[in-house]
């Protein structure tokens, strides 16, 4: 078995336990007082994500191919997607196929991929990659315009990011989607604690990337216990520049700050002051092309009622936290953590390489299973 250690196995369990109470808490109170929860088995399958085992086995299984190849929230849909069986099954004691009317019911409940099994492509992929539509006829034209951006010519590369994002914004803005082409994945991994960083990048992301954003309770498979993590919700076009741009972010404060800090004292803080600076000079480059380029103006600040539609039947319940205490911020590192974003600029790009690259890295200690 690919997680064969006790222990990493003792705390995956763990982390799936705590994701069916997260996904049980959300159910009406009626299924909430029915509804107990299974055991939890990872096993070598490789042609199934994960299955439902009934009574007298009540069980679910999760694939370690699911969990080796995929980033955490996709685990998550697959669980849900098995939690939805169970429940039809011994809740509900569907008579019906089992993908029929009560399990399609359960999913919608449980906020569930009604497809998260079987042969079909895990979250991230179906998300990230996606079929071909009508629809790619444009991104592929904006892909084109993204790799223009990577041009050492300073004003080539800016005229071609400005056209990508106008593209962009007359795509959103002509494309009428129904709620079904909304979707939701979460940037970056769970955790116990988010930095001042993390929570500066959120915002970016929130307010120039048309998405909506929530930090969410979930597992931190790594110890088995119950962490915070960023979902964004939006059009799949939207979300793929999100999540790109998210990581490309990480990505350059990483080794930006490796090449700025090289033989100087930093102090305690450091980092986290120049990863400051970088944050707000990527928005302050966001926020020049918004006033210069009408039509990203109009995507960004026009609200989307199909999103906001979306966004409240996915999280229905919620409550707001008040800010953390204010902090002191070396202005000094600061500037030239600005300093270096805009040496640097911003490049979304969205091709298959750069999506493999900005993609999630794997469960600590995790390898592919043998094919």
Partial sequence: M???DPETHRRLVAALEIEWDL????????LQRCVRRPGFVIVPERHHLGAWVPAPVRAIHISERCIGEHPWYAVVDVLRHEMAHQIADEVLHADETPHGETFQRCCEALRANPRASGSYPTLDE??????ATEDDRIMARVRKLLALSESPNRHEAESA???ARELMAR???????PAADYVSIVLGEPAHRHSLEDHALASLILVHYSVRTIWVPMAVPATGRVGRAL?????????QVAHYTHGVIRRTIESEWAR????RPMGRNGRRDFALGMIAGFRSLLEKQEQTSPEVAALVHTGDPGLEAYYEQRHPRRRTTSPGRTVMVNPELRRSGAAAAHRIGLHPGLTPADRAQAAPRQLPGARPAAG
């Avoid at 795509?171 to 989607?177: E, F, G, H, M």
């Fill in 231 to 239: 979902e964004i919700m939006g059009r799949r076009p939207n979300v």
């Fill in 260 to 263: 700025f800090r090289r033989g």
């Fill in 161 to 163: 990011l400005a056209k």
């Fill in 171 to 177: 795509y959103q803005v002509d494309l009428a989607a």
């Fill in 126 to 131: 179906a998300v990230l990659q996606g079929q």
């Fill in 23 to 30: 996904a049980a808490g959300g159910l009406p109170p009626a």
């Fill in 2 to 4: 690919i997680f064969s």
